[in-house]
């Protein structure tokens, strides 16, 4: 099984918040990971930007912006 190390960058910096994360979902605005024991954690105002199987590294985008520009895109579609 693949477990991800998830990196977090705001555009000038990154770090990591999250280790053995094994599911991500983009849900309003915001990503929820939840790692091998099943816990979760939310990311808000974040986007899924790079995964890399290989590596096991997944980062997110997360700026106040996004928020409101994927509620935007989900209400539309």
Do not use: H, W
Not at 14 to 30: K, N
Request: proline share 1%; glycine share 4%.
């Amino acid at each position: 099984m693949c477990e991800f190390k998830v990196l977090v960058s705001d555009g000038k910096s990154s770090s990591v918040v999250a280790t053995d994360i094994v599911y991500a979902e983009q849900v309003e605005g915001r990503v929820i990971l939840r790692d091998i024991l099943g816990v979760s954690l939310e990311v808000d105002s974040a986007v899924i930007s790079y995964v890399n199987v290989n590596s096991q590294q997944m980062k997110l985008l997360s700026l106040p912006i996004l928020a409101s520009f994927l509620r935007f895109v989900e209400q539309y579609t």
